[in-house]
């Protein structure tokens, strides 16, 4: 080996070269470069960076996984469940309330890796958070805290489902500390949603149609959401075939056995019968609902009512168009009170649009039958007429009459029907118990309703509810439990936005912060045999957030040595 000196820019750089023969020559190849050198000859050794004198260990999930597991904690999860399934307030080590919890972490964060949850809890920080080690998470634990909470009792041959208790227990806990403003009663919105299932041996799998039509196999899930801060109040579990109205009474019977103060009940125009809005209004509550107008009485009082576009009936302007509103004295339900009749402007021109699309259509198609049906039996020309003119046949009137030459269609449209239809258009009738309020705040309440719709798509979506993948019922029933619990996440934290933003919903402001949160990592690191805490990617949002929800320093660097 060798030592080569060359002289740049001033100094001197070294580098080691080895001498090979090749044949009968000597080659000298470069093998290394040693860097400046200094005074005494020798290269100058470079200062170790920070980085360079440290031993890290692998980096975990941290961001999303801590704010979620604070938001475990603080509504009182893992000590509700276990109270319920165990009698015990708190357990040590593990405990359903542990294993349901993270599964409900991962439900909102990855739900896509729920086939793998063990592996996947193991890539975070839960393990720590939670107190348990690897051992104990595995498929096995994760299904049997499942049976905690709803399990087939062999001795009494009952379904056993701790569900609705704990959910009551949840609200409680969650309301107690977060008042709605001003004392003011509760407004809840109730709907039910169609889940698809792949369990052909599920007791709860039947065939129903859904929201799209469709008859397939499918369990209902009935839900039950505040209207001021979307937290689930309560859900129930149906049958497939069950019908929305027909779990009214099982509802309110539901409310008059808990602890919650009745206030505003908000249902679609769908559950709106007479006994059971009688019965809600026996049990303290009120209700604004839509009717429908398949109704002979909602369709005259409809067609009767000029909903005038002025500035005493405007509402408010949104993506479906500017709406008006007006109370109007009716009989209903058997009793003179005032109900309101509203109108979607966009609605409106939309179904006028529609209605004369369609008949102009019919009448180019009626003209290309007259002109092609010549050999046509009468027979053959009324059962074309009958396709042509399919769900508009109550706006135009079609003859068959015979000539030597054939037959000759006469048609027109009945100008008094498509009349009567227009005052239809885009308007719709609201029932208020509530006789103090005005049209616009009924219009308002009813329209507000559709958090619940949000509340379903982010459930079968973000969370993958659906298909149901469970075959039992007890599973099934377990498994929804799961995901009304991770969407009790979602629901605060979008609450939470709401409040420091000052906005009704913060929905695309809580992905922004999820996915910001998602890339926080942290890294336990030994420096000078000093213990640290590393936490990477924390970007100037996510800091600020934190500190507007109380929790300023979460991601900090920490000494961890101690």
Same mark, same amino acid.
């Given at each position: 080996m060798s030592i080569c000196r060359e002289k740049r820019n001033g100094k001197v750089y070294l580098a080691e070269y080895k001498s090979v023969r090749q044949g009968k020559n000597v080659k000298h190849v470069f093998v290394r470069y040693l860097g400046v050198e200094g005074e005494d000859g020798q290269p100058v050794k470079k200062p170790k960076r920070t980085l360079d004198k440290v031993k890290r260990s692998i980096t975990l999930r941290s961001g999303d996984i801590q704010v979620m597991w604070k938001?475990? #904690?603080?509504?009182?999860?893992?000590?509700?469940?276990?109270? &319920?399934? /165990?009698?015990?307030? %708190?357990?040590?080590? &593990?405990?359903?309330?542990?294993?349901?919890?993270?599964?409900?972490?991962?439900?909102? @964060?990855?739900?896509?890796?729920?086939?793998?949850?063990?592996?996947?809890?193991? $890539?975070? %920080?839960?393990?720590?958070?939670?107190?348990?080690?690897?051992?104990? @998470? *595995?498929?096995?634990? =994760?299904?049997?805290?499942?049976?905690f909470i709803c399990y087939h009792d062999a001795d009494t041959n009952r379904t056993i489902d701790h569900s609705n208790l704990i959910d009551e227990m949840l609200y409680q806990k969650?309301?107690?500390?977060?008042? +709605?403003?001003?004392?003011?009663?509760?407004?809840?919105?109730?709907?039910? $949603?169609?889940?698809?299932?792949?369990?052909?041996?599920?007791?709860?799998? %039947?065939?129903?149609?859904?929201?799209?039509?469709?008859? *397939? #196999?499918?369990?209902?899930?009935?839900?039950?959401?505040? #209207?001021?801060?979307?937290?689930?109040?309560?859900?129930?579990?149906?049958?497939?075939?069950?019908?929305?109205?027909?779990?009214?009474?099982?509802?309110?019977?539901?409310?008059?056995?808990?602890?919650?103060?009745?206030? *505003?009940m908000v249902w679609d125009r769908g559950n709106a019968t007479k006994n059971h809005i009688e019965?809600? %209004?026996?049990?303290?509550?009120?209700? +604004?609902?839509?009717?429908?107008? $398949?109704?002979?009485?909602?369709?005259?009082?409809?067609?009767?009512?000029?909903?005038?576009?002025?500035?005493?009936?405007?509402?408010?302007?949104?993506?479906?168009?500017?709406?008006?509103?007006k109370r109007v004295q009716v009989n209903l339900f058997g009793k003179e009170m005032s109900a309101v009749v509203y109108m979607n402007m966009n609605k409106r021109s939309s179904e006028i649009d529609s209605r004369n699309d369609a008949l102009t259509s019919i009448e180019q198609e009626l003209i290309q039958l007259e002109q092609k049906g010549h050999d046509y039996s009468e027979a053959k020309l009324h059962e074309e007429i009958k396709k042509i003119t399919r769900g508009w046949s109550d706006y135009i009137s079609v003859q068959?009459?015979?000539?030597?030459?054939?037959?000759?269609?006469?048609?027109?449209?009945?100008?008094? !029907?498509? !009349?009567?239809?227009?005052?239809?258009?885009?308007?719709?009738?609201?029932?208020? *118990?509530?006789?103090?309020?005005?049209?616009r705040e009924v219009v308002q309440a009813y329209l507000q309703k559709d958090h619940i719709e949000k509340v379903f798509r982010t459930m079968k979506t973000r969370n993958k509810l659906e298909p149901l993948?469970? $075959?039992?019922?007890?599973?099934?029933?377990?498994?929804? =439990?799961?995901?009304?619990?991770?969407?009790?996440?979602?629901?605060?934290?979008?609450?939470? @936005? /709401?409040?420091?933003? #000052?906005?009704?919903?913060?929905?695309?402001?809580?992905?922004?912060?999820?996915?910001?949160?998602?890339?926080?990592e942290r890294m336990e690191v030994n420096q000078s045999n000093n213990k640290q805490t590393w936490f990477l990617n924390v970007t100037k949002n996510v800091k600020e957030t934190m500190k507007s929800m109380g929790w300023e320093g979460i991601f900090n660097d920490r000494d961890s040595s101690g």
């Open positions: 938001l475990v #904690k603080e509504l009182g999860f893992i000590e509700s469940i276990d109270q &319920m399934c /165990c009698g015990e307030r %708190e357990i040590s080590g &593990m405990s359903p309330g542990k294993l349901l919890s993270i599964w409900a972490v991962n439900r909102v @964060l990855e739900p896509e890796a729920c086939v793998n949850l063990p592996e996947w809890v193991q $890539t975070t %920080e839960l393990p720590s958070l939670s107190g348990l080690v690897d051992e104990q @998470l *595995t498929d096995d634990s =994760f299904l049997s805290a499942l049976d969650w309301r107690s500390k977060n008042k +709605i403003p001003n004392a003011l009663p509760e407004t809840v919105a109730y709907d039910m $949603t169609s889940m698809l299932t792949f369990g052909t041996k599920c007791t709860l799998a %039947e065939n129903g149609v859904n929201k799209d039509h469709v008859n *397939t #196999k499918q369990v209902n899930l009935g839900l039950l959401v505040s #209207k001021y801060d979307q937290f689930p109040i309560a859900h129930f579990v149906y049958r497939g075939s069950r019908k929305d109205s027909t779990t009214i009474p099982n509802l309110l019977a539901h409310l008059a056995a808990s602890s919650i103060q009745p206030g *505003t019965t809600a %209004e026996k049990a303290g509550w009120r209700v +604004i609902c839509g009717l429908a107008k $398949t109704r002979t009485d909602v369709k005259k009082i409809i067609e009767d009512t000029n909903v005038e576009q002025n500035p005493q009936n405007y509402v408010k302007k949104s993506k479906a168009g500017a709406l008006y509103a068959v009459k015979r000539n030597p030459s054939g037959p000759r269609l006469e048609w027109g449209l009945l100008d008094h !029907e498509i !009349e009567t239809a227009s005052k239809s258009d885009g308007k719709y009738l609201l029932y208020s *118990t509530d006789q103090n309020l005005s049209a993948r469970h $075959t039992l019922e007890n599973r099934v029933r377990a498994i929804i =439990f799961v995901n009304v619990l991770a969407f009790r996440l979602i629901a605060v934290l979008q609450h939470r @936005l /709401c409040l420091i933003e #000052k906005q009704e919903t913060a929905w695309d402001s809580l992905e922004d912060l999820l996915k910001d949160l998602s890339r926080v």
